[in-house]
């Protein structure tokens, strides 16, 4: 159930629940979206999202999570393995789409992304000291809000091994150079 922009304040971290993006997708664009497959990669323009960052930040960046290189082909759309829920799931560690050029993935990435970040699928929350978020990322995805001035925001990456994902059709993600172990969920 999407929240209502009353539910958001400005100085919130955010988490975008895939599951209500995909929901609330039009029937036209949900049946596109269904078929579509995308190369996800570690290989992100840092840079360009950080444009202040020092050229020790970059270096740093570089060495640490781009030294070994990850591509994985997955559907857009991905039936959870708990839940059963279909998630449109993109981020911007999306290279492109496959079976489409490189200028219409373009466009229909944008398009996708801007219903996925939109207001109404997002769930923000107001931070307290000690507070450790953890979310699924088989259903969600976190959009940072610049809000914390000189503050030192601290961000921990983990990933936790779990199921491949699964389209519609019930085909599974698979790692470029070969398919990834698929193991069952608990």
């Given at each position: 159930m999407p929240f209502a922009p009353s539910d958001i304040a400005s100085d919130r971290p955010s988490t975008i629940r895939n599951v209500a993006a995909y929901e609330t997708l039009p029937a036209a664009l949900?049946?596109?979206?269904?078929?579509?497959?995308?190369?996800?990669?570690?290989?992100?323009?840092?840079?360009?999202?950080?444009?202040?960052?020092?050229?020790?930040?970059?270096?740093?960046?570089?060495?640490?999570?781009?030294?070994?290189?990850?591509?994985?082909?997955?559907?857009?759309?991905?039936?959870?393995?708990?839940?059963?829920?279909?998630?449109?799931?993109?981020?911007?560690?999306?290279?492109?789409?496959?079976?489409?050029?490189?200028?219409d993935s373009g466009h229909l990435f944008a398009m996708l992304q801007d219903h996925v970040t939109r207001l109404e699928s997002m769930v923000r929350w107001r931070r307290s000291v000690g507070d450790v978020v953890i979310w699924d990322n088989?259903?969600?995805?976190?959009?940072?809000?610049?809000?914390?001035?000189?503050?030192?925001?601290?961000?921990?990456?983990?990933?936790?091994?779990?199921?491949?994902?699964?389209?519609?059709d019930g085909r599974h993600g698979t790692r470029r150079g070969g398919p990834i172990e698929v193991t069952a969920a608990e």
């Open positions: 949900r049946g596109l979206a269904d078929q579509l497959w995308a190369l996800h990669s570690n290989v992100y323009d840092y840079g360009a999202t950080q444009p202040n960052a020092t050229a020790r930040q970059a270096q740093r960046y570089a060495t640490m999570f781009k030294s070994t290189v990850y591509e994985t082909e997955h559907p857009v759309v991905q039936v959870h393995p708990l839940t059963g829920e279909r998630a449109l799931v993109l981020g911007y560690f999306v290279r492109g789409l496959l079976g489409v050029s490189a200028a088989r259903a969600t995805q976190h959009k940072a809000i610049d809000d914390y001035g000189d503050q030192r925001r601290i961000v921990r990456r983990v990933t936790i091994e779990g199921p491949v994902s699964v389209g519609i």
